[in-house]
């Protein structure tokens, strides 16, 4: 395991930097987790959002990302790291969920279950490290 990403270990949350069509970066912190046996063989970590959110949409157009640790209020704390990022299929969305939830347990079933009740659909992104 590389340096870079061994910093995401320990970390609770990233920050993940998408960007604009004027290529301006855009930074949110967010939950992840880790794929222990990456379909793809590469560092892939699954993060959730909805799915007609501001960083789909920059994905959309450029799946090219960074991220870095940091904390709930997106303080970066450590370095950053180039990677791609995807909109899942059902299947690995699932997995994804799964990771999801194993990680953060109580806290996120918590949070699925109010957003099911607003009527909220989550999509799953896999951001993936060469």
């Given at each position: 395991?590389?340096?870079?990403?061994?910093?995401?270990?320990?970390?609770?949350?990233?920050?993940?930097e998408?960007?604009?069509?004027?290529?301006?970066?855009v930074?949110t912190?967010?939950?992840?987790?880790?794929?222990?046996?990456?379909?793809?063989?590469?560092?892939?970590?699954?993060?959730?959002?909805?799915?007609?959110?501001?960083?789909?949409?920059?994905?959309?157009n450029?799946?090219?990302?960074?991220?870095?640790?940091?904390?709930?209020?997106?303080?970066v704390?450590?370095?950053?790291?180039?990677?791609?990022?995807?909109?899942?299929?059902?299947d690995?969305?699932?997995?994804?969920?799964?990771?999801?939830?194993?990680?953060?347990?109580?806290?996120?079933?918590?949070?699925?279950?109010?957003?099911?009740?607003?009527?909220?659909?989550?999509?799953?992104?896999?951001?993936?490290?060469d």
């Amino acid at each position: 395991m590389s340096d870079a990403v061994a910093q995401f270990a320990n970390a609770k949350y990233f920050s993940l930097e998408t960007f604009r069509k004027t290529g301006v970066g855009v930074r949110t912190p967010v939950w992840f987790a880790e794929d222990p046996i990456p379909p793809s063989g590469k560092t892939t970590f699954y993060v959730y959002t909805l799915p007609d959110s501001g960083k789909v949409k920059r994905i959309r157009n450029n799946p090219r990302v960074r991220i870095a640790p940091c904390n709930m209020k997106g303080d970066v704390k450590g370095t950053w790291v180039e990677a791609r990022a995807r909109l899942c299929n059902s299947d690995e969305a699932e997995k994804g969920q799964t990771l999801l939830n194993d990680k953060y347990g109580l806290p996120k079933r918590i949070g699925d279950f109010f957003s099911r009740l607003r009527g909220r659909v989550q999509c799953v992104l896999a951001i993936e490290i060469d």
